[in-house]
Every structure is written in structure tokens, then in C-alpha cells.
């Protein structure tokens, strides 16, 4: 299976279609007025189908198994012609589409094998994914022409004892985006974190390291009182991801708010966990962005 361990819940819908065709009115006179000898069409094909979606992750080797909480099912007459239309909701990692698929595969051939006594001309058509929404393409943020500064907090690395992979990793996340990026290396002392703050041209601006609850982790307390807006949904949704890859993820002290229209975000200094924030809250929040440009032209 493909790893979705790194991505986040939202909700996620798709929607697919079936035909089913049949050769005769009389037959769709039949069904219309459960008249079929097998039993009541749509009901059984409607069982079915709600079966068929639950079994997805059963039959297809690649599927992950998911929590399905909605699925509706609705049937459409037109001439010799009947229209599926089956919807999957979800909240989690990963879409539904293949489950709608599913789903209305086997509802269309529940459908064929109890009107095949009638017709024995009735067939399957097609079977498409009609829409779908959810995830990272339904949000899509532009990065284009933002410049993002990179500001490793540490005083092993910036007396070259020390390798930095924190603000490597989070340039290469920035760079996959589109994002032009330089990088800086400080100590850990207030008055270099407010400097670059102060004199960089960049619209983003990641602090990694200091954000722990050692003697010299002080990134939080000196960034947090210079910040016009703190936005702590954001902050919430690092640690919150964080937690649940990695019990010490509480003692993260990330920071995440607004000054001067620039967006302000201080991660942790080891890899993994600068790393995890970022797929936590990238790339939608730089949806900031868009909400910053839109106040400037109020």
C-alpha cells in the first residue's frame, strides 16, 4: 500500500455513476412497479451497493481500509436506461473514489442479475467516477513568487559543531512548493531571532530550533510578543499532528502568527520534527497569504 501516514484527515467525497440497459419497456415497466421475480430491484441493489462499497479495502489490494460514514445511493429512469448515482463520504487520509466506484459496480450488477430473468438482453454500461473533493487539490494555495527565510536557531551548528538537516529538509519542502528560499544560521539569542525578523524582504520567514523547554530555548518567548496576529489553529494543528507520531511532541512550543504582513512560523530544531510540522500545515497555510492580500486592498 501506498504510505499515508504523513498526510492529514479532511473530509473527502466522490461521486461515480453506473448504467444499466435495459432492452425493453416492459421490463422497466417491471421494475417500476416491482414486478421483477426475484424481488424489489432498487432495495436489494441498494443493499448491495452499501456492501460493496464497505468491502472496497477486501477486494482491491491497494485500498486502504477506512471509516466510511456516509453513503447514498440514488437510481435515475431514462428510456431503457437506468442511472446510478452513489456518493461516499469520509474523514480521513486518503479519497473515496474507488469505493464509489465499487460501490456502484456492484449495485448495477445486482441489478443485472435479477433483470436477466426478464431480459436476457439487459446490460452494464458505463461505469465512471463522476466528481470527487477533498484533500490537497481541493485547496489549492499559490506559492508563486513568495520567498521564504529559512533561520536555523542553534548554537552548536552556527559554531560549526553541528549539522543542520532541520533547515535542509524544510528548504526542500519549500523548493517542492515553488518557493524561492535562502537560509540564515544564528545562535540562540533573542536579539539575532529579532534581527532577521526586522531586516529580511521575506513573506515567510521559519524559525527551526528553540522551541523546546531547555535553558536556551528561547525562539517562542521572543517571537511571540512582536506578533500582530498569532494564529493558533495553526500552532495547534503541529503539535496535534505531531502527537500522534511521537509522545514528546508536547513539549513543542511551535509558534505561528502574523507581523507586517509576513508570515511567521517557529518550528522545531530536530529534522524529524521540523519535518512534521511542515507536512502538518503545508502547503494550506499559505492561504495567509491570500487573507493578508485581501486586507491590504480593503
Avoid at 491497494?62 to 448515482?85: A, N, R, S
Avoid at 512560523?265 to 521540523?274: D, I, Q, V
Wanted: glycine content about 10%; some cysteine; overall charge neutral.
Amino acid at each position: 500500500m501506498v504510505d499515508i501516514t504523513h498526510k492529514v484527515n479532511t473530509l473527502r467525497e466522490a461521486t461515480a455513476e453506473a448504467i444499466v440497459k435495459t432492452s425493453s419497456q416492459e421490463t422497466i415497466d417491471a421494475l417500476k412497479n416491482n414486478r421483477v421475480p426475484k424481488g424489489n430491484v432498487f432495495e436489494m441493489a441498494k443493499a448491495a451497493g452499501l456492501l460493496g462499497v464497505k468491502k472496497t479495502p477486501d477486494l482491491l489490494p491497494d485500498c486502504h481500509p477506512l471509516p466510511i460514514e456516509f453513503t447514498g445511493i440514488e437510481y435515475e429512469i431514462k428510456g431503457l436506461e437506468i442511472y446510478i448515482t452513489l456518493t461516499v463520504k469520509t474523514i480521513y487520509k486518503t479519497g473515496v473514489e474507488v469505493e464509489a466506484m465499487h460501490g456502484a459496480s456492484v449495485v448495477a450488477l445486482t441489478m443485472y442479475d435479477m433483470l436477466k430473468p426478464i431480459d436476457k438482453n439487459v446490460e452494464i454500461g458505463t461505469i465512471r467516477l463522476k466528481s470527487k473533493k477533498g484533500g490537497k487539490s481541493s485547496y489549492k494555495v499559490n506559492s508563486e513568487g513568495l520567498k521564504a527565510h529559512v533561520v536555523v536557531c542553534s548554537d552548536t551548528i552556527s559554531k560549526g559543531k553541528g549539522e543542520d538537516t532541520a533547515g535542509e529538509g524544510i528548504i526542500q519542502k519549500l523548493q517542492d512548493l515553488g518557493m524561492e528560499t535562502m537560509k540564515a544560521i544564528i545562535p540562540d539569542e533573542p536579539s539575532e531571532i529579532v534581527k532577521i525578523l526586522e531586516t529580511t524582504s521575506s513573506d515567510l520567514i521559519i524559525y527551526t530550533g528553540g522551541t523546546g523547554v531547555g535553558p536556551r530555548d528561547v525562539t517562542p518567548q521572543t517571537l511571540e510578543p512582536l506578533l500582530e496576529i498569532r494564529l493558533k489553529g495553526v500552532e495547534e494543528q503541529m503539535r496535534s499532528y505531531g502527537q500522534d507520531r511521537m509522545p514528546y511532541a508536547m513539549f513543542s512550543r511551535s509558534v505561528a502568527g502574523i507581523k507586517d504582513g509576513k508570515l511567521i512560523l517557529a518550528l522545531p530544531g530536530s529534522a524529524r520534527g521540523a519535518i512534521e510540522s511542515m507536512e502538518a500545515i503545508f502547503p494550506h497555510v499559505l492561504h495567509a497569504f491570500k487573507v493578508i492580500e485581501g486586507k491590504r486592498h480593503d
